[in-house]
C-alpha cells in the first residue's frame, strides 16, 4: 500500500520549513547585515585603517581619492612630502609601526624606516584622519621637527638642523679676525 498522497518532497518540505520560520529567518539576516555593517565602519574608523589608506597613497590622485583620510594640514603635508621625494612619499622601505598611542582626540603612532624614526600623528573628526609628521631622527642624527613646520618655515629649519656649524664658523671667524 503506497500512498502517494502522504509523501512530500524535499523541496516541498523546504518550503513549508521556509513558510513557517520566514520571520526568525529574516530577523537573523538583517542581524548578520548590521552587524557587518557596522565591523565596517568600526574597521575603517581605526587608527591602523588611516595606516593602510596612507600604505595605499602613492600620488596625488590618491591623496584626492582617499581625501575624507586627511586633515587639511595633513593632505597639504603628504602632497609636500611627495613633490620632495618624486611622487611615492615613501622611499621603498618598509615602514614597521608600534601601538597607537591615543589621547583624546589626538594619536600618535611611533614608527621607524631604515634609520629613521617618526611619530605619525592622527586627528579625530568624526573619524581619524592623517594630520602629520613629527620627525624625530634619521640616519643618526637627532631632528625634533614635524614636517608641516619644516613645509611653512625652510629657512627657520635649515636654521635649527645647522645651528651648531653655523655658529662654530662664525666664532672661528670672529676668533682668526681678533688675532
Given at each position: 500500500?503506497?500512498?502517494?498522497?502522504?509523501?512530500?518532497?524535499?523541496?516541498?518540505?523546504?518550503?513549508?520549513?521556509?513558510?513557517?520560520?520566514?520571520?526568525?529567518?529574516?530577523?537573523?539576516?538583517?542581524?548578520?547585515?548590521?552587524?557587518?555593517?557596522?565591523?565596517?565602519?568600526?574597521?575603517?574608523?581605526?587608527?591602523?585603517?588611516?595606516?593602510?589608506?596612507?600604505?595605499?597613497?602613492?600620488?596625488?590622485?590618491?591623496?584626492?581619492?582617499?581625501?575624507?583620510?586627511f586633515?587639511?594640514?595633513?593632505?597639504?603635508?603628504?602632497?609636500?612630502?611627495?613633490?620632495?621625494?618624486?611622487?611615492?612619499?615613501?622611499?621603498?622601505?618598509?615602514?614597521?609601526?608600534?601601538?597607537?598611542?591615543?589621547?583624546?582626540?589626538?594619536?600618535?603612532?611611533?614608527?621607524k624606516?631604515?634609520?629613521?624614526?617618526?611619530?605619525?600623528?592622527?586627528r579625530?573628526?568624526?573619524?581619524?584622519?592623517?594630520?602629520?609628521?613629527?620627525?624625530?631622527?634619521?640616519?643618526d642624527r637627532?631632528?625634533?621637527?614635524?614636517?608641516?613646520?619644516?613645509?611653512?618655515?625652510?629657512?627657520?629649519?635649515?636654521?635649527?638642523?645647522?645651528?651648531?656649524?653655523?655658529?662654530?664658523?662664525?666664532?672661528?671667524?670672529?676668533?682668526?679676525?681678533a688675532?
Amino acid at each position: 500500500m503506497n500512498d502517494t498522497s502522504a509523501q512530500t518532497t524535499w523541496p516541498q518540505t523546504l518550503r513549508s520549513q521556509i513558510q513557517r520560520f520566514w520571520k526568525p529567518i529574516l530577523f537573523t539576516a538583517c542581524i548578520l547585515i548590521c552587524v557587518f555593517f557596522a565591523y565596517q565602519y568600526h574597521h575603517r574608523s581605526t587608527p591602523k585603517y588611516v595606516l593602510e589608506v596612507m600604505d595605499r597613497v602613492n600620488t596625488p590622485d590618491d591623496v584626492q581619492r582617499y581625501s575624507t583620510y586627511f586633515t587639511p594640514q595633513g593632505r597639504d603635508v603628504l602632497l609636500w612630502l611627495m613633490q620632495k621625494n618624486g611622487d611615492s612619499p615613501s622611499s621603498g622601505n618598509k615602514m614597521s609601526y608600534s601601538e597607537p598611542i591615543i589621547n583624546g582626540d589626538v594619536c600618535d603612532i611611533p614608527a621607524k624606516c631604515a634609520s629613521t624614526v617618526l611619530t605619525i600623528r592622527l586627528r579625530r573628526n568624526g573619524h581619524w584622519q592623517f594630520d602629520d609628521v613629527y620627525y624625530a631622527s634619521g640616519h643618526d642624527r637627532k631632528i625634533g621637527l614635524w614636517i608641516s613646520y619644516v613645509k611653512d618655515h625652510p629657512v627657520l629649519t635649515y636654521l635649527k638642523l645647522n645651528w651648531r656649524d653655523l655658529a662654530g664658523a662664525f666664532l672661528s671667524g670672529v676668533g682668526a679676525a681678533a688675532k
